[in-house]
């Protein structure tokens, strides 16, 4: 029988005490799995007087994190205090310095210092893993750097927030507007700290940087993710798209295209029969398209106690078998520095508008969308009491550029009663 495999756990709030209940709860599966004991030896939060539901007295505390990382007795550093700075980051150089393995659950101190990191923990022989960085419990990273290799990978797309596909769907179920669905959301806890992280798309953001750097082996560039958020999106949009047999979703899609790398997380219509379509609640669903094996599509709990820390054991147990794969599938120094695309790749797009309801309004868009080389795929008037007439287009693919020339077109006709909403339909 191998040595045990001796961790530190820095942060005990959601999930390290999912991992510290893992270790104790399911110590002989984990040792029948891999052969060997996984054992904590230290711990480390901010407040050592916290009940947290179990007992932490067989293990050492410590005050200070970065002390921790670097104990004699740890192989494993597990990093689970979040931020993408602060003690996160020097706590795990610390530990890749000292030569320790790093299991890190920490989306933004990845997306902001990936690349540096990974690039420490080579030249030290160790591994640093982050699994539950990325669509909690989905074993997403482990797919794409091994079931996946073997692809070259066409597209990944993924709903990796899973607040914000609760508030969505919530605001489709009950017919509310976005504030009352986030005030809902906060009171059940399942906002970030930074509720804008969430809702701003950032959170989502820093995942997709992480899984574009594996799927075209290129640096995380989180900088050049296009960013929109959810907050504008409207109970109307929500509505109208559903009768046109489509959902918004925040959806993150990422591509190499022959302009450059293309990243963005924004609100997205796409089919309502579609599996990202029929996401409901706080799940999360990536899907991967490679060039060997089609389309995959992996769905599951995106947070939570449970999940994630079922994540982070991934990693732990690899390492306890001894498999180490690099961060981001390949070694980092052949990780390229990519170019971002400067526009998306054609699409076609959802628009709402109000119009005049008067001779010859619609006339006066067709032709601005004429003139600016977007063609019409489907179009309805729905019904309207006063003298504004609400009118959807769904235009054939275009680029974003002629879009936005068509819009400003639109806006010089004197017939638009308010700004118009335009949101990108991603086929899928
Ligand atoms: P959490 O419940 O807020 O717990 C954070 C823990 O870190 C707490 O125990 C806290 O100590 C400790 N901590 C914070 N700052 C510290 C510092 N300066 N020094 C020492 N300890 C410090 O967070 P969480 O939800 O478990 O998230 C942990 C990580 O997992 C984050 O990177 C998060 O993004 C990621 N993650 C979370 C989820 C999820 O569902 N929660 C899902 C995927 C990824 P005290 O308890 O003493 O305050
Ligand atoms: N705030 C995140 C979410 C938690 O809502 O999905 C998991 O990263």
Not at 25 to 45: C, D, F, N, T, Y
Request: charged share 20%; with cysteine.
């Amino acid at each position: 029988m191998s040595s045990p495999l001796r961790l530190a756990i820095a942060g005990l709030g959601t999930v390290g005490i999912g991992v510290v209940k893992i270790i104790r709860q399911k110590a002989a599966l984990l040792e029948a799995r891999s052969g060997r004991k996984v054992q904590i030896v230290a711990v480390s939060a901010r407040n050592r007087d916290k009940d947290r539901g179990v007992s932490l007295a067989d293990y050492a505390w410590e005050d200070d994190p970065v002390v921790m990382a670097t104990r004699d007795d740890v192989d494993v550093f597990v990093e689970l205090m979040g931020g993408s700075d602060g003690p996160a980051k020097a706590a795990t150089e610390a530990a890749l310095k000292a030569g320790k393995d790093v299991v890190t659950a920490n989306k933004a101190l990845l997306a902001h210092h990936g690349q540096e990191l990974a690039e420490l923990a080579e030249e030290k022989g160790c591994v640093l893993r982050f699994e539950a960085a990325v669509a909690g419990g989905i074993p997403i990273i482990k797919s794409l750097t091994e079931g996946l290799a073997g692809n070259g990978i066409d597209r990944v797309m993924g709903v990796m927030n899973g607040t914000c596909n609760y508030i969505l769907t919530r605001m489709e179920a009950t017919g509310q507007g976005y504030n009352a669905l986030f005030d809902e959301a906060d009171k059940l806890g399942y906002l970030e700290a930074d509720p804008n992280l969430d809702v701003g798309g950032i959170d989502a953001g820093h995942k997709l940087s992480l899984l574009s750097s594996i799927a075209f082996g290129t640096q995380v560039d989180f900088d050049s993710v296009e960013l929109e958020g959810i907050q504008r999106v409207s109970i109307e949009d929500i509505r109208q798209a559903a009768d046109m047999g489509y959902r918004i979703k925040l959806l993150g899609v990422a591509r190499m295209t022959g302009r450059g790398l293309e990243q963005s997380m924004a609100p997205c219509l796409v089919p309502a029969s579609s599996p990202l379509g029929q996401l409901e609640g706080g799940t999360n669903m990536v899907v991967v398209e490679g060039d060997q094996v089609g389309q995959v599509v992996l769905r599951g709990a995106g947070a939570g106690e449970g999940p994630t820390a079922s994540a982070v054991m991934g990693d732990v147990m690899d390492i306890a078998r001894g498999l180490r794969v690099t961060t981001f599938g390949q070694p980092a120094s052949t990780l390229v520095k990519s170019t971002p695309a400067q526009a998306a790749a054609p699409a076609p797009y959802y628009l709402r508008m109000e119009l005049m309801d008067k001779p010859g309004a619609l006339a006066k868009i067709a032709t601005a969308l004429g003139e600016a080389g977007l063609s019409i795929h489907r179009m309805r008037q729905y019904d309207h009491a006063d003298n504004s007439a609400p009118v959807l287009i769904v235009t054939h693919k275009t680029t974003r550029s002629a879009l936005d020339d068509a819009l400003a077109r639109m806006a010089t006709t004197g017939v638009i009663s308010s700004e118009p909403v335009a949101l990108r339909i991603e086929e899928v």
